[in-house]
């Protein structure tokens, strides 16, 4: 049972940073969210907010760097649609409620800490996604900055969704970002 309360206010709290950001998600929400008992939080998260915030964000770039493992051997235009096919399953599934609870966490978190977690998962997203993108085709010294650009414009275009409440914004993005990574990738 504790183990449940523990999982259910990760997961509360996942939602919550990717709908209001870190500083816009306080412990009543996450009580609220994860039904969990008041004196929960503390129990299962001494450190409070940050440590569970932390804990938070840490399973969710766990979570898309499997999501992105599970691409491995796909060409690189199949790893690019498959990682725009995990944004707009978020955005849909949300009905643009949320986005990203890393980038949550990068752009309003109240700790130096968080902001650089924040940095890191960003980094082994990026670093992945270039492996990925190296032995689907595309030349090692052009990768790391593709996967860059696609993981940018995926944020981007997830904001751009959000605010106008359509996938559209979010679509003509992702055609570009695959489109790009086709282009990039030599002929066999």
Not at 41 to 46: E, N, T, V
Not at 52 to 64: D, F, K, N, P
Not at 146 to 154: P, Q
């Amino acid at each position: 049972m504790a183990h449940n309360t523990r999982q259910r206010m990760i997961e509360a709290t996942q939602i919550l940073v990717a709908r209001h950001g870190s500083h816009g998600t306080s412990f009543g929400d996450i009580l609220a969210e994860s039904g969990a008992p008041r004196g929960s939080l503390y129990h299962h998260f001494p450190g409070g907010k940050e440590e569970l915030i932390t804990t938070a964000v840490r399973a969710t770039g766990a979570r898309a760097l499997g999501e992105l493992e599970a691409l491995r051997g796909a060409s690189a235009t199949e790893i690019a649609a498959g990682f725009v096919s995990m944004w707009r399953q978020l955005l849909t599934l949300a009905n643009f409620t949320v986005g990203c609870a890393v980038a949550g966490v990068a752009v309003d978190a109240e700790s130096d800490d968080l902001v650089d977690l924040s940095g890191e998962i960003f980094a082994e997203w990026t670093v992945l996604l270039a492996s990925l993108l190296t032995e689907g085709g595309i030349p090692s010294e052009r990768a790391p900055s593709l996967a860059a650009i696609l993981l940018a414009g995926c944020e981007g275009g997830v904001i751009l969704a959000r605010a106008a409440r359509d996938l559209a914004p979010f679509e003509r993005v992702a055609g570009e970002l695959i489109a790009l990574i086709s282009e990039a990738t030599p002929a066999p």
